[in-house]
């Protein structure tokens, strides 16, 4: 079962003002969210390192006036082993189209779909972001 | 106007079979696909350095039970000076949301609003993409 | 002046173990020094981002071979506002010279500094890497 | 053997004129070389993802009062099974030194002696960054 702990860290005075400073910034009340997050981070890169199943959102741009894109764009979700979860349609303006895929799988398999979609013909831009399925990131 | 237009590149043949190769199993079916594809990343990520107009998407993992969130997460949006098209929510399981939250607006100002959205509490983990508009990118 | 002063975070248990485990593997002792580092991570991160003096480290490799990069190479060098603390130079085969040369400035003219030298004809590749000064950062 | 080929590709006038007026700024005198620093930069990424033999270098900035750090510095890289090619040492003031080591091996085992260092106590930052050997890049 998962339960609340404390853990302390002793810190140079000079840094942890720093610190302090930059992460009041970015928007964060408490010091202790902020060192949660630098945490979970490090747990999320650690679980993308060992392949570990995450959530992938890929953002694309294209150009829909292309032939035959949509079909491919299409094809190639449905022969990817993980599991589509949402697709977002954004028109950009009359020829380009922005569309954010939300997959879930091992990053690899992720990693792979991303290949496919990013190198078709029409496809100008994208990019991927692995994330946590949440579950074991409390 | 835009038109098409040609460039020559001279290589070492080692060195594009190899490209050649590690395109081919990306997906790509044209080296010249690919190497288009190289210079339309330069030229988001020059975009980005010059602080331009470009289309972000930000990926949020939250627990949704985590009391005011989802206000604080609604007003941050709202007093956000770029443009948010759309956001995309995903129920991964009774405890964790995901949310894709896609905005356009110069790169800092969707950071800023980045930092704001992801050092709220019971935000687990995010990261943002930015991307281009399409339109000067052909 | 600078004194040690101590910090404390409450955390889920998971989380911690998860996070205990990951450092471990990459060698920490104590869990302690591992959040440190998270800390001073993210320090840098945000002299990098305020332009403040960095130290940066490029590493290039070229074909020395090349007429007139080693006088091009230096002329960069002499050329830049900042400080050349130091250039360390290993002959990896008949050819190809590996070339770390390590300056202190602002980000940006660092970043200019690499610009000029990857661009040079004969240099294949290169990557700059920013770090601390270690003044401000105990 | 390897020979210089000639490839060509089309791309869009404005996207061209774009890319040209970038690498102008990053000082580029010719676009082909510009184009072939793409391929070159494609090709180190997937030496890396393939886990073939690379050079790393990795840039410590460290307290130098910090008992043992020297003597555990040395003993790691005896340990480490790829071949140290230089390190050279940088004076930053009287406490903290940067150390900027040059290793040949396969970019996981480089990996590892880079976790193994920047995890001591007393190393305050560094990064890894992995380069090519410069045999298969011409």
């Known amino acids: 079962m998962s339960t609340l702990v404390r853990t302390g860290i002793s810190l140079d005075s000079e840094l942890l003002a720093r610190f302090d400073r930059a992460i009041a910034k970015k928007g964060y009340r408490?010091?202790?969210?902020?060192?949660?997050?630098?945490?979970?981070?490090?747990?999320?890169?650690?679980?993308?390192?060992?392949?570990?199943?995450?959530?992938?959102?890929l953002t694309l741009v294209y150009d829909h006036h292309r032939p035959k894109l949509s079909e491919r764009l299409i094809d190639a979700q449905h022969h990817y082993h993980g599991k589509v979860l949402a697709?977002?349609?954004?028109?950009?303006?009359?020829?380009?189209?922005?569309?954010?895929?939300?997959?879930?799988?091992?990053?690899?398999?992720v990693q792979r779909l991303a290949d496919q979609l990013l190198s078709l013909r029409g496809v100008k831009h994208g990019k991927l972001v692995m994330t946590t399925t949440g579950k074991r990131l409390k």
């Open 30 to 57: 408490s010091r202790s969210e902020a060192i949660r997050d630098l945490v979970r981070e490090h747990s999320v890169a650690s679980d993308v390192a060992r392949d570990r199943i995450i959530v992938g959102t």
């Open 87 to 109: 697709v977002t349609h954004v028109h950009l303006d009359h020829r380009n189209c922005l569309e954010v895929i939300i997959v879930k799988g091992r990053g690899t398999e």
